[in-house]
T-cell receptor, first 115, second 117 residues
Framework: EPEVTQTPSHQVTQMGQEVILRCVPI?????FYWYRQILGQKVEFLVS????????KSEIFDDQFSVERPDGSNFTLKIRSTKLEDSAMYFC?????????????FGPGTRLTVL | AQKITQTQPGMFVQEKEAVTLDCTYD???????LFWYKQPSSGEMIFLIY??????QNATEGRYSLNFQKARKSANLVISASQLGDSAMYFC??????????????FGTGTKLQVIP
């Protein structure tokens, strides 16, 4: 069964450093998403991406964040200068379409720890 | 106002018993979808079940069923015959279909279910 994959599974970084989180969405999916879950809290939407541009973003997704689809398979989230409060689980998701019935398939997550 | 409310931060259930996890939602969109996800301690998000706002019947998937009461805006998850492997965090979530956005999923705060042998 096709699945969303994410690398790395765990990333440790120093405050102020740049990190890139990588995702490979399901191959025939067109819509891509990043979500964040701070430990013990609910999952929060960050950004959605379609046709090589951001289609929607939350207030969390400030200038420190960027997303890119550098090739036909990868979808990346970059945090330019990490802060302690960026420590969280980051989930990538993809969906085939935009209908409410289109399930978003989530990847296993990348746990980011900022020291 | 919270879009998704899960009022039970934690629940216990005896193995083989049924358990209901509560979820209420708030939307003015006529078209929306409700989802339940399971998050085990390993952290991944596992899709369990979906209910559309126009669906006439309650969704079922194996041991999972969704008790959808549209007028009360509730979408409770029922797990029958609980198993030890059901111990996890459970999130209720919603997509709204006509808001003009790209239908981000909005999650509740979750319910931690523990199955007791």
């Amino acid at each position: 069964e096709p699945e969303v994959t994410q690398t790395p599974s765990h990333q440790v970084t120093q405050m102020g450093q740049e990190v890139i989180l990588r995702c490979v969405p399901i191959s025939n999916h067109l819509y891509f998403y990043w979500y964040r879950q701070i430990l013990g809290q609910k999952v929060e939407f960050l950004v959605s991406f379609y046709n090589n541009e951001i289609s929607e973003k939350s207030e969390i997704f400030d200038d420190q964040f960027s997303v890119e689809r550098p090739d036909g398979s990868n979808f990346t989230l970059k945090i330019r200068s990490t802060k302690l409060e960026d420590s969280a689980m980051y989930f990538c998701a993809s969906s085939e379409g935009l209908a409410v019935t289109n399930e978003q398939f989530f990847g296993p997550g990348t746990r980011l720890t900022v020291l | 106002a919270q879009k998704i409310t899960q009022t039970q931060p934690g629940m216990f259930v005896q193995e083989k018993e049924a358990v209901t996890l509560d979820c209420t939602y708030d939307t003015s969109d006529p078209s929306y979808g409700l989802f339940w996800y399971k998050q085990p301690s390993s952290g991944e998000m596992i899709f369990l079940i979906y209910q559309g706002s126009y669906d006439q019947q309650n969704a079922t998937e194996g041991r999972y069923s969704l008790n959808f009461q549209k007028a009360r805006k509730s979408a409770n998850l029922v797990i029958s015959a609980s198993q030890l492997g059901d111990s996890a965090m459970y999130f209720c979530a919603m997509r709204e279909g006509s808001s003009g956005g790209y239908q981000k999923v909005t999650f509740g705060t979750g319910t931690k279910l523990q199955v007791i042998p």
